[in-house]
């Protein structure tokens, strides 16, 4: 399961001059994040690759690919990287990602 959240914060701007009771605001920072799980296999490169990068407390590089064809890439702290032990013959893992700096599209091309 994979669990993508792009949110844009806001800025109070409200003054005693604002008209009404509206509460006003501005655009904000953006931020991105990314969570999933999945099965954990004992041979794959890529999970063995992530589990060092955590260790090691290096950013990752990310990719997401939609079956549209469209993308979005960034940068990436590895923020949670665990592993559930529900049944005896299985084990998960569960990793969250937060965006470092910008997340930029990539459209597909027809």
Not at 10 to 21: E, F, H, L, N, V
């Amino acid at each position: 399961m994979l669990h993508f959240l792009v949110l844009l914060k806001t800025i109070d701007s409200t003054s005693k001059d604002t008209a009404g009771a509206w509460k006003e605001s501005l655009a904000g920072f953006k931020e991105w994040s990314i969570d999933c799980d999945g099965a954990y296999i004992e041979s794959d490169t890529a999970y063995a690759t992530l589990e060092q990068e955590f260790i090691n407390n290096n950013n990752v590089d990310v990719l997401v690919t939609f079956p549209s064809g469209l993308q979005y890439v960034g940068n990436a702290t590895i923020t949670d990287f665990s592993l559930e032990f529900p049944y005896d013959d299985l084990v998960t893992y569960s990793i969250s990602l937060q965006g470092s700096g910008a997340l930029d599209t990539i459209k597909p091309t027809i």
